[in-house]
Structures are given as C-alpha cells and as structure tokens.
C-alpha cells in the first residue's frame, strides 16, 4: 500500500482502462499517487481537444495563460479548484484535516463503590446435606456392622440346648467406626460446581471418625487412571486400602459434567474399581450430588449410592445400605 492507495486498486483501474503500454501503466500509477511526481499527466485514454486556430484579429494566446485558470494548480496554489468534467488535468486531492471527537461528559453522578469492595469474601456456603443431621448421616452411611456388642443370651442359650459347644462367645451387632475411612474424592471437571461441598464432607468426616482414621485420594472422572494425596503428577494407579476400611466415593460416577466430555469414567472402570474394593475386604459408598433420575440402572447391584441432597434422611441412608 503507498498513500491512500492500493496496488490491487491500480490493477483493478488498468484492467478497466485497458492499459497496454508502459508509459500508461507510468501515468496511471502517478495519478493513483503510487508513481512519480508526474500528477498533472492527463488520465489514459485522454486525448487533447484540437482547438480551433486564432482569427486574424485575434492576438495568439500564450500557452501560460491559456492553462491558468481555476483548474490550474498555478494559479491555484491551495488546490482547492476543481477543473469541470472532461476539462483541464486531473490531479491528486490533498487529505483533509482530521479532529478528535468531542470529548463526552456524564450528565449524572457515578454510584457510590460498595462497602466491601475491598474485600474478596466468597459467598455464604450453603452444603447440600442438612447441617443439622450431616453427622448421624455419615455414621449411619460409615459404619462397619461388627459382632462386637453386648452378649446374646438368646443364641447362647439356644446353641446349649442343642448341645453344641460355644466355639466363640456370641455377641450382637454393633456399628462401629474403628475400621477407617477411605475418601475417593473427584476433583474432574464435572465436580468443579461442588468443590466446596467436597471439601465440607470432608472435614466433617474427619470431626466424626477422626483425623487419624480418615485418608483422603483425590482422582479425576476415574480413580483406576491415578490417585493421590498430592498433585497429579503424583497420582499413582488406586490400590483399596487395608481390609475392613469403608471407602466413601464422592463423584457424579461419570453422569454429569459437559455431555461430550472425551475423559468421562464409564460404567466398565467403574465396575472394575469396586470390584477391586470388594477383592481387598472393604466396602464401598457413594455420594452423588445428581437427581435420581439422571442414575444409571448399573449403579445400584454395584454398590449403594447416597443422593447427596438436603432431602437425604437416615433412613434413606439405611434403605440404600441393605
């Protein structure tokens, strides 16, 4: 690009003219500004208009006098004359004077900042459990069944009148969470809107079966791809922990998230995964913050599942684990 022209407009204005030869090609591109400084060149195509010759009583005209006039950028130093169509030389227009928009004032005053527009306090957290009944709803949801409570007369009694002996003193069931707990928590892309109600399960697991018996693996869509205590780079493949531990799953089990997620866990690895719970001893549990609706039917034979829901009750709890 030269000036206020383009090539292609030089190519486009020859192919309309029909220019063929050299010095048109030198007189169109001096009038397009992208030549020399032949700007009074006529146009191509112009040919000059024999004038008539002088009476006899008229007086030869000067060639000077003849082109001065307001077509003539002599005797129109500005430029600012322009010569009538098909009349005089075409020249270049000189750029016009450019300004800067007129500066804009509000006609009302600006709101006032908020109080606390220094302050970067997050929004009050609302759990999807109710907070009043979170606790009795992860015992009821952690506890192990152990032969460990009061002695049973009954069946004492009835193993001695039948005149069997008493391998072992009988006992009846007791929950307990002595065993551990294990949480497979999914930080996927589809978990992202409950991070916080991850991290809120999580401590309040902590507060009710202990700091020391609480391990904490963190996965993406699938724990079998890698978990961890660190950073992804860390993860390693999942191994269950030792037998007797409960293994709480907090994920969608690949149900929710973008629809066409490329690293969705499927219902295979997942089956896989709580195989491999089972193999090593321990039991499984789920939390899922997904409507019942949105379940897949392979879900319930493979472990219970807990909606993760302000209308989860005990006995909703209790229901699911049977």
Known sequence: MRGEAWLGDLVRAARELAVSTDEEWARLAALL??????TTAPPVGHRPVPQPPPAADEEPVDDEDATAGPGN???DPAGRGAAPSGEGEVRLLTPVER????????????LPAP?????AEPP?????????????LLRTALARIAMEGELDFDRAAEQIAQARPLAEIPRRPLPTLRHGVQILADVSVSMEPFARDVEDVIARVRAVVGAAGTQVLRFADVPARGAGTGSRGSWQPYRPPRPGTQVLILSDLGAGGPLFNPWRGT?????ATVGAIRRGG??????VPLPERLWSRSWRPLLPVIAWDRGTTVSKVMGARR
């Open 282 to 287: 321990c039991e499984a549990i789920a939390f």
């Open 33 to 38: 500004g992208l030549g020399g400084a032949a």
């Open 99 to 110: 300004t800067a928009p007129r500066a804009f004032g509000w006609t009302v005053d600006a």
């Open 267 to 271: 219902g295979a690895e997942w089956a």
């Open 73 to 75: 950028p002599a005797a």
């Open 115 to 119: 109080r606390n527009a220094g302050r």
């Open 124 to 136: 009050p957290h609302m759990p999807l459990f109710a907070p009043r009944s979170t606790a009795a």
